[in-house]
């Protein structure tokens, strides 16, 4: 079939819009009609060629939600006319990794995966002249229709819109999931937050979830605070307004170092602030940001020997097959928040200028309506 993509030509290079083919679905595969997809940070860091994985040309997003329209040979958990969400980290549900209740790492089909390929080891875009054009994350969403494995799809119910939980497969998950699923916050905690974006707005919806009591936002932009303080954050630190060490400011603040330290920023100075202003003995920091190629985090051992632990998460600890829809429900019963961090909507023609606006600083979420 045809279908409407944006395509990542090359790094640097705005997306091109075009008509490209779609093969049909192998086994094991599923064709989704993509309804909404989200601009994600991620999706910003390979288009800018700063990703070392990066490939091109390629179809990137992998933050949607959409309708199945198709299923391949040997598919049993879908059907036409289910609703679901795409998921950059799969739930085989036999793999070592999905058998091991420690990770979400599920590594079924991680290589073909990275390379940009299904799993049998071939792409099902090409050009209209029959070139190939990569899958991106194995999701590819910013294209109306996608195939992906039915290992990586969420089943969804069918009254929540496409256009607020296509949010859940990555920036709501992963940061409500750094808090539940990874730092298993207790109620009572004390915890800060680095970077009050799409990610860390979520982790601050998630601390607010788990009944923190002390939920601190950094950030170096002030437009943040409004937005972070209607989704639970209790105080405000702008590290440019703080004289001083800004490490001994926050645990003061902090009455001792916080329980837990979350880095939404993919900044590796950042990091190490987060690591030193968690509690002596008990304190964890949990590395949520990707930090650009080459990046190192370093810090004193001592910080280590005095009980503060590192700690990172990738799609916040979520087993997708089995938590998102869960989350989808906790989104339609009111439990959490979508709504406002949805702030710009447009149309697939306009994708580039959700980038533009990601760039300014200027919205929280993007999200492309088909
Ligand atoms: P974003 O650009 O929306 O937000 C980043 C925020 O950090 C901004 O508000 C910015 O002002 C703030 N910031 C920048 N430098 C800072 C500094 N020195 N001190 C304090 N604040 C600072 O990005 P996002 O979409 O929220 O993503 C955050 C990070 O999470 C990115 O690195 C992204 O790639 C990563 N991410 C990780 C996962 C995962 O599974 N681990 C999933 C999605 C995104
Ligand atoms: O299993 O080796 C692996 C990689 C899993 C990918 C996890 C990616 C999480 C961070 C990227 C940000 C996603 C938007
Ligand atoms: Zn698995």
């Known amino acids: 079939m045809r279908t409407r993509a944006a395509v990542a030509t090359q790094a640097g290079k705005p997306l091109e819009v075009m008509e490209v083919n779609l093969a049909g679905p192998r086994s094991g595969e599923v064709v989704v009609e993509i309804k909404a997809t989200g601009i994600c940070h991620t999706d910003e860091f390979t288009l800018s060629g700063a990703d070392p994985e990066g490939l091109f040309p390629a179809i990137l997003g992998h933050e949607g939600a959409g309708v199945v329209v198709d ?4 598919v049993t958990s879908l059907k036409k006319g289910d609703h679901v969400i795409p998921l950059y980290t799969p739930e085989c549900r036999t793999c070592e990794y999905c058998l091991n209740p420690k990770t979400n790492l599920c590594q079924s089909i991680r290589s073909t995966q990275g390379q940009g390929l299904m799993p049998d080891g071939t792409s099902r875009f090409t050009t209209l002249d029959g070139d190939p054009i990569l899958h991106y994350m194995g999701c590819s969403t910013f294209a109306n229709h996608t195939v992906v494995p039915e290992i990586a799809l969420a089943k969804v119910r069918k009254d929540a819109p496409f256009d607020k939980i296509c949010y859940i497969g990555c920036g709501v998950t992963t940061g409500i999931g750094a808090v539940i699923n990874t730092a298993k916050a207790e109620i009572g905690s004390r915890a800060i937050v680095f970077g009050l974006g799409g990610i860390g707005l979520n982790v601050i919806q998630g601390l607010r979830l788990a009944g923190a ?10 437009s943040k605070v409004e937005m972070a303080t209607r989704f639970g954050m209790t105080d405000f630190v702008n590290p440019k307004e703080v004289d001083g060490d800004l490490v001994a400011y926050l645990v003061a603040l902090t009455k001792g170092g916080a329980d837990y330290t979350f880095d939404a920023t993919g900044n590796v100075d950042v990091m190490r602030t987060a690591l030193e202003s968690a509690h002596k003995g008990w304190g964890e920091s949990i590395i949520i940001g990707v930090a650009p190629a080459g990046a190192e985090i370093s810090t004193r051992p001592f910080q280590l020997v005095t009980g503060r632990s590192w700690r990172g998460t990738a799609f916040g600890g979520a087993r997708g097959r089995t938590d998102v829809p869960q989350i989808v429900d906790w989104y339609m019963d009111g439990k959490i928040e979508i709504d406002p961090m949805i702030t710009h909507t447009m149309g697939l023609d306009d ?6 606006l990601m760039h300014q600083g200027k919205s929280i979420r993007s999200v492309v309506v088909y």
């Open 71 to 74: 299923v391949g040979p040997d």
């Open 213 to 222: 009591d002390q939920i601190v936002g950094v950030d170096i932009n002030p």
């Open 351 to 356: 994708i580039n200028h959700g980038f533009d």
